[in-house]
């Protein structure tokens, strides 16, 4: 590069940037009534605690029928395959969340 | 974030929650996955130390904007279209240097520190002391949707500063962390802010000038500053893991710049680290772990095995460091330290067994700063009265290690005081490290023929 005469591109680092998403979020809901939701807890602590909370003002407030707990393996990398595939079979919309 | 737009993505409407000190990461992480706009809940931070009640009326605040978010119309059901790699790169010549240096620097491709610009002749000559494709991935990062192939590997490297004879180093450093098996799972993101280090063992240290002696974690050896520097540069650029973004780490750790020894084994009195698992001494390897900190140890007044035992082993044992169940170490000795054992007849087995039976606390002293149980999901360590709390069966006295094995030993520095090291790592709390031979095009050549 310096002093060989000839310029040059300078390289990016980088390898590419941010994945371009490969699909389309869920569509919105109209009512909560009646509806089941998937609590995904990422074990973190106070995690579950909350996630319970929230279903509880979740079926007072808002008509939700039922709620199940899903809990992560780990709470650094994403939920695994499988349990999306559960998840998606069994609840309506999902809370998912927390801690620190 | 991930776990919410996975689930969207699946047909499942999700509304993810985080506290309010995790915003920027949480932005972050919904941009790699393609969806900037992600609408998430927040709470404000922290809520680990809640109590019930407490949360209860956390969860209460958090509805509207909950059912908001699953209900709402919203605007970020676009799709990101991939952005060019780099809108504007530009020629250099001798005269550009300086603005070369501030190009990386505009686009966030540095640690803080100017890199090395670097072009494709430059490249190439990194490239031509590996038999590997260009294109192979050498690490990923399935959760940041990411991977680092040996160019970009190379790329990285060439900035940070390496000679092209280092990258060998650099690439096996890469496939020591793939095999231990923590920076995969995330734990470059986690506010914990640890940082990998490199043990290397091996005739390379001679050959490209790696310090073992004198100031062997300090500044002043290329080898040193640059190989750890290209793993670095590589987490910022290609897996994105910026400071105050991705990498959310509350204070970090000085490793995080560069951490990257070579071990004595020339005024060690044991054989090399590597051939105890396994190589020959004429092998060059590297060894990757991920550390917390490396804590400073000094005792020049004692000769007693048993004593230098004891102060090794209540440093290991501090319960600031005790967040899981048990913990895991390395001992980098200085050469008189190593002196103190060997001399008295003891073995590197001898010196793990003797610190994992002495390295401990009692009930009660876990107890006094809340540590005397375990948390039934995580096994992270709780006070015995928190709700998810459960005994760890350990008894009266608590080891720290869960064995010897949790506990490595290498003998790096200078002999010329009574100085070592405490490096708290992350696990393997009883496996085998990931040590790892080190390829260099001859060694490569040698073994097709």
Redesign the interface.
């Known amino acids: 590069?310096?002093?060989?005469?000839?310029?040059?591109?300078?390289?990016?680092?980088?390898?590419?940037?941010?994945?371009?998403?490969?699909?389309?979020?869920?569509?919105?809901?109209?009512?909560?009534a009646g509806l089941r939701v998937?609590l995904?807890d990422?074990?973190?602590?106070?995690a579950?605690?909350?996630l319970a909370?929230?279903a509880?003002?979740?079926r007072g407030?808002?008509g939700v029928e039922s709620s199940m707990v899903y809990?992560?393996g780990?709470f650094?990398?994403?939920?695994e395959e499988s349990q999306?595939?559960a998840?998606?079979q069994q609840?309506?919309?999902?809370?998912?969340?927390?801690?620190? | 974030m991930a776990d919410g737009i996975l689930l969207e993505r699946a047909g499942t409407p999700t509304v993810s929650i985080c506290t309010d000190a995790f915003t920027v990461p949480a932005r972050a992480m919904a941009k790699v996955y393609g969806h900037p706009d992600f609408e998430f809940a927040t709470t404000p931070h922290p809520i680990a130390s809640l109590s019930v009640p407490q949360i209860r009326e956390r969860a209460h605040e958090l509805m509207p904007d909950l059912v908001r978010i699953l209900m709402a119309t919203r605007s970020d059901q676009r799709v990101l279209a991939s952005p060019p790699a780099d809108p504007s790169p530009r020629p250099v010549g001798g005269a550009d240097l300086w603005d070369a240096i501030e190009y990386y620097e505009g686009r966030g491709w540095t640690d803080g520190l100017p890199v090395v610009p670097v072009t494709e002749s430059y490249l190439r000559r990194f490239l031509d002391v590996t038999d590997r494709d260009p294109q192979d991935v050498v690490f990923a990062m399935p959760h940041l949707n990411r991977q680092c192939t040996v160019r970009i590997a190379a790329i990285n490297a060439a900035l940070a500063g390496c000679r092209p004879e280092y990258f060998p180093v650099v690439l096996a450093a890469w496939a020591s962390l793939a095999e231990e098996g923590y920076a995969n799972k995330g734990i470059w993101q986690s506010t914990t802010g640890s940082a990998p280090l490199l043990v290397v063992n091996g005739p390379i240290r001679e050959e490209i000038g790696l310090n073992c002696r004198a100031g062997v974690f300090g500044p002043g050896f290329r080898a040193n500053a640059t190989i750890g520097r290209a793993l670095r540069l590589t987490a910022i650029n290609c897996f994105g893991l910026r400071p105050q973004q991705l990498d959310q780490a509350t204070q970090a750790t000085p490793a995080k710049y560069t951490a990257c020894i070579g071990e004595n084994e020339e005024d060690s009195p044991w054989p090399g680290f590597h051939t105890d698992h396994g190589f020959a001494a004429s092998d060059s390897t590297v060894t990757a772990m991920s550390v917390r900190s490396v804590i400073h140890i000094e005792a020049r007044h004692t000769t007693v095995p048993e004593q230098l035992g004891l102060d090794l082993a209540g440093t290991l044992s501090r319960t600031g460091s005790l967040v899981h169940e048990t913990i895991s170490g390395c001992l980098v000795l200085g050469p008189e330290h190593a002196a103190v054992f060997a001399g008295a007849g003891w073995s590197k087995s001898d010196v793990r067994q003797f610190v994992y039976e002495h390295a401990g606390r009692t009930r009660a002293e876990l107890a006094a700063v809340g540590k005397d149980a375990i948390s039934r999901s995580t096994r992270w360590r709780l006070p015995a009265d928190h709700p998810d709390a459960m005994p760890d069966d350990r008894g009266n006295y608590v080891r720290v290690l869960n064995s010897p094995e949790a506990l490595l030993v290498v003998v790096a520095g200078a002999g010329n005081a009574g100085v070592s090291a405490v490096v708290e790592t992350f696990g393997p709390r009883g496996g085998p490290p990931p040590v790892t031979r080190i390829d260099t095009p001859q060694r490569t050549a040698t073994d097709g023929q």
């Open positions: 590069m310096i002093g060989s005469g000839e310029r040059e591109t300078l390289l990016d680092p980088t390898g590419g940037d941010d994945a371009s998403a490969d699909s389309a979020l869920a569509p919105r809901l109209r009512s909560l998937g995904l990422n074990s973190k602590p106070n579950a605690v909350l909370a929230v509880d003002e979740l407030g808002w809990a992560k780990y650094g990398t994403p939920v999306i595939r998840i998606t609840c309506d919309f999902v809370v998912a969340g927390i801690g620190d």
